[in-house]
């Protein structure tokens, strides 16, 4: 079992630049959440999807969009990206009416310039 | 002010040593998460505690409801301890977590 995957693993981005940065979770998993962790911060929710659908949603501008597949596995995209977009994006699993208990990928390094 | 608050934020300590991690919050929660992350960014879920206490090797976390508190604890440091250690809670009726800011850790050998 892979365990939580992400990719890339670092990308880099100009402002006002689109970005799409892809999830794949644990096998079993079907519940998906995306977090922003910013330089010396801790994560901060972004969104949470289940059955193809956005369930929750954090504090964060429509500029941050996600997608489910029907294989669980899931995308975070970003629009029009600024400066302050710069951050670790986690993604994590869980098991079907265990979202208590995530599991992490080892996250995506976004930098724009 | 945070709705997770950690402390110390930075931590030194020779090998071998007991190190103690404190988190404070002020939100109703259903549980609370122990969470180790590696430069790099991986992140590890340590414990999930709602009541009591939790030991798993040379870890031990603890939690009291009435106060908001939680601690971590690390007996016989080591040097692989170093890493950034965070307290998410779960608050009362949502999946959602809401992290502490970390504590960076670093043992000497």
Same mark, same amino acid.
């Given at each position: 079992?892979?365990?939580v995957?992400?990719s890339?693993t670092h990308?880099?981005?100009?402002?006002?630049q689109?970005?799409?940065?892809?999830?794949?979770?644990?096998s079993?998993h079907?519940t998906?959440?995306?977090?922003q962790?910013a330089l010396?911060?801790?994560?901060q929710?972004i969104?949470?999807?289940?059955?193809?659908e956005?369930?929750?949603?954090?504090?964060?501008?429509?500029?941050?969009?996600?997608?489910?597949?029907?294989n669980?596995?899931?995308?975070?995209?970003?629009n029009?990206?600024?400066?302050?977009d710069?951050a670790l994006?986690?993604?994590?699993?869980?098991?079907?009416?265990?979202?208590?208990?995530?599991?992490f990928?080892?996250?995506?390094?976004?930098?724009?310039? | 002010?945070?709705?997770?608050?950690?402390?110390?934020?930075?931590?030194?300590?020779?090998?071998?040593?007991?190190?103690?991690?404190?988190?404070?919050y $002020?939100?109703? %929660?259903? &549980?609370? =998460?122990?969470?180790?992350?590696?430069?790099?960014g991986?992140? +590890?879920?340590?414990?999930?505690?709602?009541?009591?206490?939790?030991k798993?090797?040379?870890?031990?976390?603890?939690?009291?409801i009435?106060?908001?508190?939680s $601690?971590?604890? %690390?007996? &016989?440091? =080591?040097?692989?301890?170093?890493?950034?250690?965070?307290?998410? +809670?779960?608050?009362?009726n949502?999946?959602?977590l809401?992290?502490?800011t970390?504590?960076?850790?670093?043992?000497?050998?």
């Open positions: 079992d892979a365990g995957t992400q890339p990308l880099i981005k100009t402002r006002g689109q970005v799409t940065l892809r999830c794949s979770p644990k079993g079907d998906v959440s995306w977090y962790q010396g911060q801790g994560p929710f969104f949470q999807y289940y059955e193809e956005e369930r929750q949603r954090g504090n964060f501008p429509d500029r941050f969009s996600g997608h489910q597949f029907p669980y596995s899931s995308e975070l995209n970003v029009a990206l600024l400066l302050g710069s994006y986690l993604c994590a699993s869980s098991l079907p009416g265990k979202t208590y208990e995530q599991y990928g080892p996250g995506t390094r976004l930098t724009v310039t | 002010k945070n709705e997770v608050e950690q402390s110390p934020q930075n931590l030194t300590a020779q090998e071998g040593e007991f190190i103690t991690i404190n988190c404070s $002020s939100v109703g %929660i259903s &549980a609370l =998460h122990w969470l180790q992350q590696h430069p790099g991986g992140i +590890v879920s340590l414990f999930m505690l709602s009541s009591g206490k939790k798993h090797g040379r870890l031990i976390a603890t939690i009291n009435q106060e908001k508190h $601690s971590l604890h %690390i007996t &016989a440091s =080591h040097p692989r301890d170093s890493a950034v250690y965070i307290c998410a +809670v779960r608050t009362d949502t999946d959602k809401i992290f502490g970390g504590t960076r850790l670093q043992v000497f050998p």
